[in-house]
T-cell receptor, first 115, second 112 residues
Framework: GAVVSQHPSWVICKSGTSVKIECRSL??????MFWYRQFPKQSLMLMAT?????????EQGVEKDKFLINHASLTLSTLTVTSAHPEDSSFYIC???????????FGSGTRLTVV | DQQVKQNSPSLSVQEGRISILNCDYT??????FLWYKKYPAEGPTFLIS?????DKNEDGRFTVFLNKSAKHLSLHIVPSQPGDSAVYFC???????????FGKGTSLLVTP
């Protein structure tokens, strides 16, 4: 079946530094990638939607200059958390749409801790 | 504003019995609904989905029921097994291929 590989699975960084999270669709083309964030005991909240070759669409309240999303190819989307702060500590998950299907495939998530 | 609500944060069921997880939604434009199972620090695993043209979909031990007039859906797991213990998320979208709106999840514990 369709697989989305997400890396790293966890990362600890210092406040003020930037962190890049990658999501790769394996064996299929992801025309659309969604990025979610989950705080403890909360639901997965949509941050942004990215389509290959175009700018990401951000949800209200999500700073596009802080959470940089690049979807340069049909198999790779990246989320860069710039100038990370402790309040950015969360679980970040990507989800890809398989071209021509209704299937949503999720990555395994990235636990970001900013100290 | 939470458009998908799972009002029971936790549920405990004995092995072999039925587990019923409930979900309500407020957006009448939602027409595609999914259930996911999730473990801590892992991505969600798809279980079952239903579109608004149906009121029931079954896959093995899992059945999803949709009541559009009540904006309510439920997931039935029969028989429940200890390996079913996890957090279950209900999700909805306005169309397949759109972003999903998730509930806060229900933590299911199946005891031997």
């Amino acid at each position: 079946g369709a697989v989305v590989s997400q890396h790293p699975s966890w990362v600890i960084c210092k406040s003020g530094t930037s962190v890049k999270i990658e999501c790769r669709s394996l064996d299929f083309q992801a025309t659309t990638m969604f990025w979610y964030r989950q705080f403890p005991k909360q639901s997965l909240m949509l941050m942004a939607t990215s389509n290959e070759g175009s700018k990401a669409t951000y949800e209200q309240g999500v700073e596009k200059d802080k959470f940089l999303i690049n979807h340069a190819s049909l198999t790779l989307s990246t989320l860069t958390v710039t100038s990370a702060h402790p309040e950015d500590s969360s679980f970040y998950i990507c989800s890809a749409i398989l071209r021509g299907s209704a299937g949503y495939t999720f990555g395994s998530g990235t636990r970001l801790t900013v100290v | 504003d939470q458009q998908v609500k799972q009002n029971s944060p936790s549920l405990s069921v004995q092995e072999g019995r039925i587990s019923i997880l409930n979900c309500d939604y407020t957006n009448s434009m939602f027409d595609y609904f999914l259930w996911y199972k999730k473990y801590p620090a892992e991505g969600p695993t798809f279980l079952i989905s239903i579109s608004s043209i149906k009121d029931k979909n079954e896959d093995g031990r899992f059945t999803v029921f949709l009541n559009k007039s009540a904006k309510h859906l439920s997931l039935h797991i029969v028989p429940s097994q200890p390996g079913d213990s996890a957090v279950y998320f209900c999700a909805a979208s306005e169309n397949s291929g759109y972003a999903l709106n998730f509930g806060k999840g229900t933590s299911l514990l199946v005891t031997p």
